[in-house]
């Protein structure tokens, strides 16, 4: 059971009513699967969303071990006799893992370092001492002067002095309410990248970084990995502090605020401060925040692969249907003809080395496909995409009156790895390489989700910083989301292989193992009920049971996704409808009494359910594979904006969706063209392979880009003309803007941020969404791994208002700073600097020169140094 402590976090972490989130924590300590929770519990947990169960459930593992690490720091200072109430005190309001490390360590043995000799030589009273400013009239001098020994190898006052400094540091090292601080200090701190040896070879990706300094706030994920892979192949070293005497005041606040300043006592506290910071503070707080950022990064780069493998395994199925498979090179066709149930009925190797041979193939594909009549044929989508288009260029030509089935272009890089591994060559043993990728390619059309789950998902090219991320972390996230695809899309029982039932949310391996050998040896499951006579399985019958369909078996509900104790629902709407319960699936049940079905003290949220799960019987909620034709549109020359158009989603990215057009050139949906309902819904989000409509908003006919977007334009939706302004926004007259001219005055101004009041700085310009509901602040403001996004203000070649590309965020600021002539540099900003400004008859202009005169200063003065 979570103890109050833990449910208490939970509710002020999830916005949620505290009924659902108790009732989630609830179900999840039964064993229930977050799948089984959000579809078939939702009357109890207010309708939460399978992806927030999720997110409950990770928290509540990682705040039960948290407690499990309390009772163990409470049970160590118990055996060492320390103050164990008031670590209780401490314990019951943190949730820090950083901190309770410290606390976990402060309680352990000390090693025998420098500063416990120095105890061993009857230092700690002079050091407890002066850290409780009890040093008598004669001050640091005279109490030194009563520890000098010769045989302890203390002969001066100043090494008696070294000595108390060194315990005085350790003490404020191992501090864990000081480390929090330091901690807490340095996420906001400076993240500075020194090449080991610039001029090594092979280091030309990492040139960028060789002068990379940065705020650490203001780094993106991708970047971050970048930096830390590397400083891992001892190309950079990164490292992270505060600005210059920064570290003592913070450390003075904490163990000095009663020191006057001028006073040998706080010159000697300063050298203990410095002497703490640089051995041991500045680099183990500056590992804890790095490793915090390191897995925030983490994060986000493994969230962005596993919702585009969802985006994958999610793509809407062809079915049951006969595919003729194609792939080529320049003188080899290799092609499969797959049956309904995805088995290979022919495969043939096709050479087309001349003419003769090419009319050869062509004549012989066309025969196969005329008698066969596949549903559609599979060609690669890829480097092979071109030379295979061509090809059926000439089939269709060959074809001549018959039509050519439906073309799908399917992604080949994973298929053509998983031809030539180990698994793939035990899968169809003794054929051609190409052949074997020819039939993987009919499968992923056929079944998508049923193919990909026997590759390795790493070879789909859905991230690029795979090798980055923490692996345990990265596994996890993806065995969720493989378990949420399949309890979708649901599985039979009866012919589902143990490695698919695996796959089940609440199975794992030994039950599924289990189900197959229950399975083989009393034969077929007639119904779901018989799933509680499997060993092993228990009270987890009830838990998977409605992500398992039987078809042909004794209960016609036990082929759709209605769970098992809600039959007698099911039977109550079909005797309301006065028909019988198999006519229910997929009918319109929107005249359905849901209160008279619900009964006194029902639930009308668990009917309902009943009804959308009877509505979608018999239909596949990925989808329908279906055609996607643009007539008289062949190449990139025959688009122009405004056009609407109909392509298939290739791939999905940070930034935006890739649209396949049947042109041989993918198009780009910017993120910021894409409906806001298919960012944010989980269920209505962008899934590789779906057809979408979509309208040109832009080609580059020189550079080859597409710009896409899925809103329809206005001025088309209002039956008008564009505008100027719409023009300008589609790039049509681009080549027409004025240019803005450069020869101005080389007069300072300040950028809108710097000018803003402090309330709006910041805001002056929101990024647009991820395919996440995130900001995008990889490619608005954030930077990535290759460089920065594109400037707020001004024109793209770094000139204009507002654009730093000149004064601002260079990485020599320093240098300028100190040159002749040159305007002083006031820093307004944390993060921002600012040059003074006159106007045009010498009056101070800027927020610099009015600090200035309330100040009471020269404009030109310096403003004075911080004390040493």
């Not at 039964?30 to 169960?53: L, S």
């Not at 935006?656 to 993120?671: P, R, S, W």
């Not at 600097?833 to 006159?838: A, G």
Request: charged share 30%.
């Amino acid at each position: 059971m979570a103890s109050e402590d833990t449910l208490e976090r939970l509710y002020l972490e999830f916005d949620s009513p505290k009924e659902h989130v108790a009732a989630a924590v609830a179900l999840l300590e039964t064993g229930a699967p977050p799948a089984f929770v959000a579809r078939y519990r939702r009357w109890q947990t207010g309708g939460m969303a399978e992806d927030r169960v999720q997110a409950i459930a990770d928290r509540l593992h990682f705040l039960d071990e948290q407690e499990q690490r309390k009772q163990s720091i409470l049970q160590q200072a118990q055996e060492r006799g320390r103050n164990v109430a008031e670590l209780q005190q401490t314990l019951a309001t943190c949730f820090d893992q950083d901190l309770l490390d410290d606390l976990y360590q402060s309680l352990r043995p000390r090693r025998r370092t420098s500063a416990v000799q120095m105890e061993e030589k009857g230092l700690l009273p002079l050091a407890m001492a002066i850290q409780h400013r009890q040093l008598g009239e004669g001050g640091l001098s005279a109490a030194a002067q009563q520890y000098v020994s010769e045989a302890n190898g203390l002969p001066t006052p100043e090494d008696v002095l070294a000595g108390a400094l060194l315990i005085l540091s350790e003490k404020i090292v191992h501090d864990p309410a000081t480390r929090a601080r330091c901690r807490d200090e340095l996420r906001r701190g400076i993240l500075q990248a020194v090449p080991v040896d610039p001029g090594q070879g092979g280091n030309e990706r990492y040139q960028q970084f060789f002068d990379f300094k940065e705020p650490i706030g203001r780094i993106s994920a991708s970047r971050m990995l970048a930096l830390r892979r590397a400083e891992r192949e001892n190309i950079l070293k990164l490292e992270l502090g505060l600005p210059d005497q920064q570290h003592r005041e913070v450390l003075r606040a904490l163990h000095g605020q009663d020191l006057a300043e001028g006073t040998a006592l706080r010159d000697f506290f300063d050298m203990v401060f410095d002497h703490a910071w640089q051995n041991g503070l500045r680099e183990g707080c500056g590992r804890d925040v790095r490793r915090r950022l390191k897995e925030k990064a983490d994060r986000e780069a493994v969230r962005t692969y596993a919702r585009n493998l969802r985006s994958q395994l999610l793509a809407p199925p062809l079915g049951h249907k006969k595919v003729l498979a194609l792939r080529s090179s320049s003188k080899t066709i290799w092609l499969a003809l797959l049956g309904e149930d995805g088995s290979p009925l022919q495969h043939k190797t096709l050479h087309t080395d001349n003419d003769e041979q090419k009319q050869q193939a062509l004549a012989e594909l066309v025969a196969l496909i005329t008698q066969e009549q596949p549903a559609a044929i599979a060609l690669p989508h890829g480097k092979r995409q071109v030379g295979t288009e061509k090809f059926l260029e000439e089939l269709r030509a060959a074809a001549g009156a018959n039509p050519l089935p439906m073309l799908v272009p399917v992604d080949e890089a994973a298929s053509a790895i998983f031809a030539t591994s180990a698994t793939g060559r035990r899968a169809m043993p003794g054929v051609e390489v190409g052949v074997r990728t020819a039939v993987s390619l009919g499968r992923r059309l056929q079944d998508p989700l049923r193919e990909l789950l026997r590759m390795e998902f790493r070879t789909l090219g859905l991230g690029q910083t795979l090798d980055d991320v923490h692996q345990g972390m990265l596994q996890r996230e993806l065995d969720a989301v493989v378990s949420s695809c399949v309890a979708t899309v649901g599985v039979d029982l009866n012919t589902a292989d143990a490695e698919l039932l695996a796959c089940v949310p609440g199975i794992g391996e030994d039950r599924a193992k289990a189900i197959v050998e229950h399975r083989k040896r009393n034969g077929g499951f007639p119904a779901r009920a018989q799933l509680a006579d499997v060993p092993g399985l228990g009270a987890a019958a009830g838990h998977v049971a409605g992500f398992l369909t039987i078809l042909g078996g004794s209960e016609p509900l036990d082929r759709t996704t209605v769970h098992p104790e809600d039959y007698d629902l099911a039977r109550a709407i079909a005797q309301q409808k006065g028909c019988a319960v198999d006519q229910l699936f997929g009918a319109d049940l929107r005249d359905v009494d849901l209160d008279a079905v619900a009964g006194p003290g029902g639930d009308r949220g668990r009917v309902l359910g009943v009804v959308q799960a009877l509505r979608q019987a018999g239909h596949d909620m990925r989808g329908e594979l279906t055609a996607t034709a643009n007539p008289g549109i062949a190449t990139m020359a025959d688009l122009r904006a405004d056009l609407e158009l109909r392509g298939r989603v290739a791939n999905l990215t940070e930034f935006g969706a890739f649209v396949d057009l049947g042109i041989g050139q993918d198009g780009l949906i910017h993120i910021s063209q894409i409906p806001g309902y298919r960012l944010r819904d989980p269920n209505q989000m962008l899934r590789v392979g779906e057809v979408v409509q979509v309208w040109v908003a832009h080609v580059d006919q020189q550079a080859r880009k597409i710009s896409l977007t899925m809103h329809k334009p206005r001025h088309l939706a209002e039956g008008r003309k564009p505008t100027l302004g719409e023009r300008l926004e589609q790039g049509m007259k681009r080549q027409q803007r004025p240019p803005r001219r450069r020869e101005q005055p080389q007069q300072p101004v300040f950028s809108r941020a710097a000018r803003a009041p402090e309330s709006r700085k910041g805001r002056s310009r929101r990024p647009p969404l991820t395919l996440e509901g995130k900001p995008d602040t990889e490619r608005f403001g954030g930077g990535g791994e290759e460089g920065a996004g594109p400037p707020r203000h001004g024109r793209r070649d770094g000139g204009g208002r507002g654009d730093r590309g000149d004064r601002g965020d260079r990485g020599d600021r320093g240098e300028r700073r100190g040159r002749p002539g040159d305007p002083r540099v006031i820093t307004v900003e944390s993060e921002r600097e600012v040059v003074e400004q006159k106007g045009p008859k010498g009056e101070f202009t800027s927020l610099a020169g009015l600090r200035a005169l309330l100040r009471k200063e020269p404009p030109g003065a310096e403003p004075p140094s911080p004390p040493a």
